[in-house]
């Protein structure tokens, strides 16, 4: 049990200083599986000012936006209409949602 300086995170970060330029990387969660990752390495889902959702793979659309992982093991599919709108704070019609959700289950099965 060495208690040395507390932190041991710290301790473990101040010795890769130097490797990875001491960058910090920004995780989201994703709204399927809630794992953390970094925003890269997640499919981004944004709704836009007028009203419809998308997908954002690039994740530079304006707009409030929530995160998917691209985890083989995550399924997509079982993504909730109303949890998203509930996070995004908008209303979903049937056909944005049926494209949306299409879309979203065919990048994670392409890449
Ligand atoms: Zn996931």
């Known amino acids: 049990m060495a208690e040395v300086g507390g932190n041991p995170r710290e301790a473990a970060n101040a010795g890769r200083v130097g490797m990875t330029r001491g960058r ?3 995780t ?4 399927v599986c ?11 889902i944004v709704a ?3 009203g419809c959702v998308w997908i954002d793979p690039a994740g530079k659309m304006p707009g409030r936006g929530t995160y998917i992982c691209k985890n083989p093991s995550c399924d997509r599919s ?9 996070t995004l704070r908008t209303e979903i ?11 979203i289950v065919a990048l994670g099965t392409t890449s």
């Not at 079982?78 to 509930?86: N, P, Q």
């Not at 019609?93 to 879309?103: G, K, R, T």
């Open 48 to 50: 836009s000012a007028d």
């Open 24 to 26: 910090h990387v920004p």
């Open 93 to 103: 019609s049937d056909d944005n949602w049926a494209q949306l959700i299409a879309s």
């Open 28 to 31: 989201r969660s994703c709204m």
């Open 78 to 86: 079982t993504l909730r209409r109303g949890r998203l709108e509930y």
């Open 34 to 44: 809630g794992i953390r990752a970094p925003k890269r390495e997640l499919d981004r």
